[in-house]
């Protein structure tokens, strides 16, 4: 148990589907992180977020969107997905976003397929 | 986006037998970071190194802060069959500046303990 869950922990959609995936972080942290990981690829940064601002927007396509309501939770919605998006998606976060509190815990994941 | 270079990429030990992985990078990095991923899971942070030259345990685990800050390793003494998994080394902070939140990600080294 890292501090940071994730729900839900697998799911499978359709192309014309719109789904959110939530992530919650009990560590009292300020940043947080949405990661992508495929299948034979490292670790993809998607979105950051420090204090609740969106930092780093690493050029993902506008079917994946963050939203970041409070220090605590992070969800990214999704809509019209490709086949090509199925991956674990990983969320984590930090106590902030510089230096030493960069250090970062990360959820177990949500296994994504696409259909 | 730029990587660490891990190595080896896969070991296959036997259960009592000690490892040795380790990255190397042509950049200078403030914190170095080591996880173990499990299949389907998050990675789970390991060691965290903060300052050159650092030797940081925790149990069988042991990792460095590589002086010059371009490299770390980790040790894993007296192997057991749950230490399989895949293992990352990460980099944060590059010298001059903070990298808002964003790791540099080794490849990853596989891990596999014959019992």
């Known amino acids: 148990e890292t501090g940071v869950t994730q729900t839900p922990r697998h799911l499978v959609m359709g192309m014309t589907n719109k789904k959110s995936l939530k992530c919650e972080q009990h560590?009292?942290?300020?940043?947080m992180y949405w990661y992508k990981q495929s299948a034979k690829k490292p670790l993809e940064l998607m979105f950051v977020?420090?204090?609740?601002?969106?930092?780093e927007n690493n050029s993902v396509p506008s079917r994946f969107s963050p939203e970041c309501p409070n220090s605590s939770h992070l969800f990214l919605h999704l809509h019209t997905l490709q086949p090509e998006d199925s991956a674990l998606y990983l969320c984590?976060?930090?106590?902030?976003?510089?230096?030493?509190?960069?250090?970062?815990?990360f959820g177990p994941g949500t296994r994504l397929l696409v259909l | 986006g730029q990587q660490l270079n891990q190595s080896p990429q896969s070991m296959f030990i036997q259960e009592g037998e000690d490892v040795s992985m380790n990255c190397t990078s042509s950049?200078?990095?403030?914190?170095w970071l080591w996880y173990k991923q499990d299949p389907g899971e998050g990675p789970v942070l390991l060691i965290a190194l903060y300052k050159a030259g650092e030797l940081t345990s925790n149990g069988r685990l042991t990792a460095q802060f590589g002086i010059t800050r371009k490299d770390s390793f980790l040790n894993i003494s007296a192997s057991i069959p749950s230490d399989v998994g895949i293992y990352f080394c990460a980099g944060l902070g590059r010298a001059g500046g903070t990298s808002y939140g964003k790791l540099t990600f080794g490849q990853g080294t596989i891990l596999t303990v014959h019992p």
């Open positions: 984590a976060s930090s106590q902030d976003a510089s230096g030493r509190g960069e250090t970062q815990y």
């Open positions: 560590l009292g942290h300020n940043a």
């Open positions: 977020y420090n204090f609740k601002e969106q930092t």
């Open positions: 950049s200078i990095f403030n914190t």
